[in-house]
């Protein structure tokens, strides 16, 4: 086991994009290997596994991979753990949409959301 926690950095799109692993590999493919690497991450770790908790929703293929493949149990017992810096799931939202808007490519729908609050 490691003597520390840990970061399943590999789950960023960004990261996944830098090393490539879209080109390579089928959508499918990609669930199934990165679902491999999380459980390999999660018997290695010395306590839990820190998910990037923009990964679950900026990126279509890791929140379809946490919902099918019903991670809840290690989320329950504290094996994965998201990792926020905000103090609440909401508040990490709405940091992030604020900084979508920003963006001048960013979407109506997004707008829309922001100002009903």
Known sequence: MFERNILLHYLNLEYRRIVGVEKFL?????KNTIHRV???AILLCKEYCLLPYSALIEDEIISELFLKKN???FFEVGLVRASLR???PEEFLEKKFRNMIAVPNSTAIIKKMLSKN
């Open 71 to 73: 991670y809840d149990a």
């Open 26 to 30: 089928s959508n499918e493919r990609t």
């Open 86 to 88: 905000e103090s609440s």
């Open 38 to 40: 999380n459980y390999a």
